[in-house]
């Protein structure tokens, strides 16, 4: 299997942490072309996102959710999901979560960091509802453990982009992510002690420096 990525991806990122964790031979290959549009790439996922996970037989798997969720279906062990349909679907509550309304704002003020305008308004939005949705999270995380006590596939969805929630609002100047916020530190510092998520978020401070020396 190959794995379409960038490692600095938060959506490549949450597939590498459930490739790590599972202990999986899949290649990590850079975007043919380039990048996201290149003919190459659009040629193997038409939407042009990243990641894609490509089977051995050909076949492409598109979104970051859908490929985590195949990996857990081929191999169950470990497993990223519990067994009871409850708990299943109360760690689906916090990768839907993630992908619906954590990263948005998120990438919203991603984006602006590197606009020529900066637009006040979208940013005093994003920034408000990033703030909401901190403490939803903070509120529903669980005391103990991981985000639902045993490891997940929703902490290899929250963990990648808490490093992109704590660089957008130290950049805006906006109150820190864990101030006040006694639960989600707790986790932060817990998940951050799983070797394929701190694999992955080393990776995903090395690019992150290499982006930066770029500029
Ligand atoms: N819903 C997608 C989102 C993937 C996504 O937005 N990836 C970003 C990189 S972090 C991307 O491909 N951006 C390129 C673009 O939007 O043109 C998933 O879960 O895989």
Redesign the pocket.
């Known amino acids: 299997m190959k794995l379409y990525n960038?490692n600095l991806?938060?959506?490549?990122s949450k597939c590498r942490i459930a490739i790590y964790d599972k202990n999986l031979e899949v290649e990590l290959a850079p975007l043919p072309g380039g990048n996201?549009?290149s003919p190459e790439y659009l040629q193997i996922n038409p939407l042009?996102?990243?990641?894609a996970l490509e089977l051995d037989d050909g076949m492409v798997i598109?979104?970051?959710?859908v490929i985590n969720e195949y990996l857990e279906d081929r191999f169950p062990n470990p497993p990223l999901l519990p067994a009871n349909p409850e708990a299943r679907a109360r760690v689906r509550s916090f990768t839907r979560f993630h992908?619906l309304y954590l990263d948005p704002p998120m990438r919203t003020l991603f984006g602006q960091t590197m606009a020529r305008n900066r637009d006040e308004a979208l940013v005093n939005e994003a920034l408000s509802g990033l703030n909401l949705r901190l403490d939803l999270l903070d509120s529903r995380i669980a005391p103990e453990g991981f985000a639902c006590t045993e490891f997940s596939l929703a902490d290899c969805a929250l963990a990648p982009t808490m490093v992109f929630v704590i660089a957008m609002l130290g950049a805006y100047h906006a109150k820190p992510a864990f101030e006040q916020r006694q639960r989600l530190a707790e986790w932060w510092q817990r998940v951050q002690e799983r070797p394929s998520v701190n694999k992955v978020l080393a990776e995903m401070n090395e690019a992150y420096q290499a982006m930066q020396q770029k500029k």
């Not at 598109?62 to 959710?65: F, N, T, V």
């Open positions: 960038l991806s938060n959506f490549a996201f549009q042009g996102k990243v990641p598109a979104e970051s959710e992908d």
